[in-house]
């Protein structure tokens, strides 16, 4: 087979996931509802003292429809432009696609699920506190390691990998830095597409974040919370310069000493073997880069069936990160760190995070071309 066969076969399994997550969402409503009518038929299959007794939940049941209805609303706006992500290159009518699916349509849904979640977190007012927690070390930091009485932050290049609805990304350009936002999954850069280009107005829209969430609730009403987005408008500011790009980090990142800086928030513990991240973000370091990262260890391949995953403790991974030629100036743990936490939930997970700041060998010298 030659090689431009190869290309030509990829590029239609791309373009046939790409439709495969746009159908995903599109099938949000239809697969929500299904859960809830669920539960009301096991509510009917009860005895009629229970039935009695559930009065309440069944009413409960009916206003999460209700939240269910509002944020699907929601996903027809989402999409409309969807296919202009990646320059039009999928333009079609969108029904010429094979079937191909994201897993199924049931399991899709809790990406979408997700993708609400992280509305929160990223772009409303309500994930500040989550905001403060993960990205103001980072953002202090670049900051802090180039001053703008020294640098000329708009020739600063800086990497956010893992940058899913791309705030940190955007927060990071705003000081004037070039800042690249990268992200891999789909249905985050649909949303994020939407976010970053097509919201107009500060809490423009309204979602529901954890109606799915039926376990740990005191109150239905506190499964019910919801949240405006954007709390800001997500403007390009002057100086700066802010990108996302779409892709496999390992795959899109090839090139050697071209960044000044790359920044991972929750990231390096998505990969399979965290060292070839490691190793990576090494490579595309300039000489006198400065890596600087905040999150937990929550290996994302552990456990999964046919995957070949590695756990290293921090402690080995402190070893490997000094092996493969980094100079570790900054390490704190014990971060106290929250991930789409719901703050009426009777769970709440807690990090306890490690923050780092690694330099790349060779100091950087400030009269260089570079900057």
Aim: charged share 25%.
């Amino acid at each position: 087979m030659n090689s431009e066969v190869k290309i030509l076969q990829e590029e239609n399994k791309e373009r046939e996931y790409f439709f495969s997550v746009l159908k995903t969402f599109s099938s949000y409503r239809e697969q929500s509802l299904l859960r809830i009518e669920s539960k009301e038929k096991t509510v009917q299959s009860l005895p009629k003292h229970h039935r009695k007794w559930l009065t309440k939940y069944s009413e409960d049941l009916k206003s999460f429809k209700a939240c269910i209805e509002k944020n699907s609303q929601l996903i027809p706006i989402i999409l409309k432009e969807a296919k202009n992500i990646f320059g039009n290159i999928y333009c079609t009518d969108g029904n010429s696609h094979s079937e191909t699916e994201v897993g199924t349509l049931t399991e899709g849904l809790y990406k979408v699920q997700s993708v609400f979640k992280q509305l929160m977190r990223d772009w409303s007012s309500m994930g500040s506190l989550e905001r403060e927690q993960c990205y103001q070390p980072i953002i202090d930091e670049i900051e802090e390691q180039f001053p703008e009485d020294k640098f000329d932050r708009k020739m600063i290049n800086v990497l956010v990998p893992g940058a899913g609805l791309g705030r940190l990304a955007f927060e990071i350009s705003v000081r004037g830095f070039a800042c690249e936002g990268n992200e891999f999954n789909m249905f985050m850069l649909v949303v994020s597409y939407f976010v970053l280009n097509l919201c107009k107005e500060v809490d423009e829209f309204e979602i529901f974040p954890w109606i799915h969430h039926y376990c740990n609730n005191l109150k239905a009403e506190d499964q019910m919370i919801s949240v405006r987005f954007p709390d800001i408008r997500p403007m390009p500011t002057p100086g700066g310069r802010f990108s996302m790009t779409a892709g496999d980090f390992l795959e899109v990142y090839t090139d050697h000493n071209q960044w000044h800086c790359v920044a991972t928030c929750f990231f390096i513990d998505c990969a399979p073997n965290v060292v070839q991240f490691v190793e990576t973000i090494y490579n595309i370091l300039k000489p006198g880069g400065v890596w600087v990262n905040l999150g937990p260890l929550l290996y994302h391949y552990s456990g999964l069936k046919n995957e070949k995953s590695i756990e290293p403790s921090f402690e080995v991974l402190s070893d490997i990160i000094s092996s493969i030629g980094f100079e570790m100036e900054k390490c704190s743990t014990g971060i106290k760190t929250k991930y789409c936490q719901n703050p009426k939930s009777m769970l709440m997970y807690e990090y306890d995070s490690v923050y780092f700041v690694c330099r790349k060998s060779i100091k950087i010298n400030n009269g260089e071309g570079d900057y």
